[in-house]
């Protein structure tokens, strides 16, 4: 068998239930391996923001999950990356980065793993003969120290002869447990969660990092979310009543609605990253998943979401909060024609909301998307 076979094989022997990929060199020939290898064939992500995101959110949810890439796919993940390590992970998550040292392959020659071990983010660069069996390693690795583990390996030894893959390892026993002050990357926890960073990186029980309070939302928020906040909270609210496998909260003040009492999101880390780190827990079977995201992150990165949505026919629930405004960062315009063109391509898979401040319009609407068994995105309109 080829070493790409052999990855392939090392990875379903570790119970790696989800694996996503960019097109690369290395990183094409492994994933098409781990298609034949599996009972369906899952598609190749167009970005690797996009395939990162996916596989964190499955293992935030206790399923060993990996990324194949290559090194300018890094970087263009690197935003997921840095927020995988803030958040941690429950099940192994391993990226593979496949090296093209000439650039034969590639749009320049790039070396990451400077990069990488500046992030803070473990990294492995075995040598030939401990290739494979530093994949089960780096896996099991990552689930003990609850941090995303990265091996480079070389691009073009993928074609290369090698020997079957490492023994089995035993199946994950971890569990996702609910922990807002953990799982949602956001201002109010950025300290808390970099000091549990470091105490898994140092070899450190995270539990002793002293944990922050949990302001009450809306009324314990700064005076300039509050507004806004209230705003969101009928539609939050109406979305907690709902029964729900996890919701995921992008970089909008609707995120803080994980707070208690309404508890609504579940997990949420980078700008545009509620989309994939939602399609990532349906993809292993977490149902429904609903994403939460406002209008300035869905069109500056979400929407890459929706594609990947459509193209594994997964049924995503997005609720956009769609107020003409960034508000997080000041309340910057986002012009209502770079919403309606990002949602050009979906207009059979949009519900509209226009009475988002009404808890029974809200309801409705979410009654209709959850009826649905395809892409759906509510649009509730705040704007004026
Ligand atoms: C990559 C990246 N660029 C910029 C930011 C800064 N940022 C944080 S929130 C935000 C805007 C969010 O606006 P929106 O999605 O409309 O949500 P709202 O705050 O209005 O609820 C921006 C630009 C960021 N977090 N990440």
Redesign the pocket.
């Known amino acids: 068998m080829t070493l790409a076979e052999a990855i392939a094989d090392a990875l379903h022997h570790s119970h790696v239930r989800l694996t996503t990929a960019v097109p690369g060199h290395g990183a094409t020939q492994t994933y098409e391996a781990w298609r034949r290898g599996g009972a369906s064939a899952p598609p190749f992500s167009f970005h690797e923001e996009v395939a990162v995101g996916m596989a964190h959110g499955a293992a935030v949810l206790g399923h060993r999950s990996a990324v194949l890439l290559k090194a300018h796919g890094f970087l263009k993940a690197a935003?997921a990356i840095a927020d995988s390590l803030a958040a941690g992970t429950t099940a192994g998550l391993l990226l593979v980065v496949f090296h093209d040292p000439t650039g034969a392959h590639s749009d320049s020659v790039l070396e990451i793993e400077g990069t990488a071990r500046d992030l803070g983010l473990p990294t492995h660069r075995p040598e030939a003969a401990d290739r494979l069996s530093a994949l089960p390693r780096a896996v099991r690795r990552s689930e003990t120290q609850g941090l995303p583990h990265l091996v480079i390996l070389s691009a073009d030894a993928v074609t290369e002869q090698a020997p079957s893959g490492p023994d089995a390892l035993s199946p994950p026993t971890v569990d996702y447990e609910r922990d807002v002050a953990r799982h949602v990357c956001c201002p109010l926890f950025a300290e808390y969660q970099h000091g549990v960073f470091e105490a898994r990186l140092d070899g450190r029980d995270p539990d002793t990092v002293p944990r922050p309070a949990l302001p009450q939302v809306p009324d314990e928020l700064p005076d300039a979310h509050r507004a806004?906040a209230n705003q969101?909270e009928p539609l939050l609210q109406a979305l907690s009543d709902r029964p729900r496998a996890v919701t995921t909260g992008?970089?909008?003040?609707?995120t803080l609605f994980a707070l208690p009492p309404v508890e609504a999101v579940d997990l949420c880390t980078?700008?545009g990253g509620s989309l994939p780190l939602a399609l990532g827990a349906q993809a292993v079977g977490k149902e429904p998943a609903w994403a939460v995201?406002?209008?300035?992150?869905?069109v500056?990165?979400g929407h890459l979401g929706l594609l990947e949505a459509q193209q594994r026919s997964l049924p995503l629930r997005v609720l956009l909060?769609d107020?003409g405004?960034?508000?997080?960062?000041g309340g910057?315009s986002?012009p209502r024609d770079a919403v309606d063109t990002v949602l050009a391509g979906y207009t059979d898979h949009v519900v509209s909301l226009d009475d988002p401040t009404e808890p029974a319009a809200c309801r409705e609407a979410l009654d209709e998307a959850a009826g649905r068994d395809d892409l759906v995105i509510v649009r509730a309109r705040y704007r004026e």
Not at 250 to 254: E, L, M, P, S
Request: charged fraction near 10%.
């Open positions: 935003n806004v969101y992008d970089t909008t003040v609707g980078y700008m995201t406002g209008d300035f992150g869905f500056a990165a909060l107020n405004r960034a508000h997080a960062t910057q986002v």
